[in-house]
């Protein structure tokens, strides 16, 4: 199912966010239970990434996503993993969904991201040791049903967007239900380019 996924998302191209995600529910992006979150879960500006662990702009941008959280305690962070760049991809972020599941997702992705090496098994379950995750109950939630889910849901979401690439970031208010008061962003960005969509966000 997720090589159809994947499919369906390299194929999409990019367009307008205001127009097509009018197709797309706000909420799903903004809102889904049981994505991952950092930052303040109760923020009042969400920023959303779609992102892939061996995509150099999305490990240039981790350093950034650190410090906008440390500088704003009123934004949450969510996280959507999108797997595009193959089965090491792929085996990262089942891991780190399933980091999920035991209250861990952000120290351990941001030190997947971080780590400045290649992406290989050895190295995510020796990472999920050292963040002190479960790594005989990650083995077994991240191949289970549930993380698959996540997954295709990711990738459906991303083609319904028409997300064309990694790392793409929507910013808007928490609660809003109007797509044209999201903010698209697609790529890497620093960290003031960042901080005023955020600002905006907020007016």
Same mark, same amino acid.
């Given at each position: 199912m997720l090589q159809l996924a994947r499919k369906i998302f390299l194929f999409c191209s990019l367009a307008m966010f205001a127009v097509i995600a009018k197709a797309a529910p706000v909420t799903e992006l903004l809102n889904k239970p049981?994505?991952? @979150?950092?930052?303040?879960?109760?923020?009042? @500006?969400?920023? @959303?990434?779609?992102?892939?662990? =061996?995509? %150099?702009?999305?490990? %240039?941008?981790?350093?950034?996503?650190?410090?906008?959280? =440390?500088?704003?305690p009123d934004v949450r962070f969510v996280f959507k993993e999108l797997p595009i760049r193959g089965p090491m991809s792929e085996l990262? %972020?089942?891991?780190?969904?399933?980091?999920?599941?035991?209250?861990?997702?952000?120290?351990?992705?941001?030190?997947?991201?971080? %780590?400045? =090496?290649?992406?290989?098994?050895a190295f995510i379950f020796e990472t999920a040791k050292?963040?002190?995750?479960? @790594?005989?109950?990650?083995?077994?939630?991240m191949n289970s049903p549930a993380v698959a889910n996540e997954l295709k849901s990711n990738f459906n979401l991303a083609a319904q967007l028409q997300v064309s690439g990694t790392p793409a970031f929507f910013i808007a208010k928490t609660g809003t239900r109007n797509s044209n008061d999201v903010n698209f962003q697609l790529g890497e960005m620093s960290q003031g380019e960042l901080q005023t969509a955020i600002d905006n966000a907020k007016k």
């Open positions: 049981n994505d991952p @979150v950092a930052g303040n879960p109760h923020g009042a @500006v969400t920023v @959303v990434e779609f992102f892939d662990y =061996q995509c %150099s702009h999305c490990i %240039s941008m981790a350093p950034v996503v650190a410090a906008i959280i =440390q500088a704003n990262a %972020s089942r891991a780190a969904l399933a980091a999920n599941k035991q209250g861990k997702y952000y120290p351990f992705s941001h030190a997947l991201l971080s %780590s400045n =090496q290649p992406i290989t098994e050292k963040v002190g995750l479960n @790594v005989s109950k990650l083995k077994k939630d």
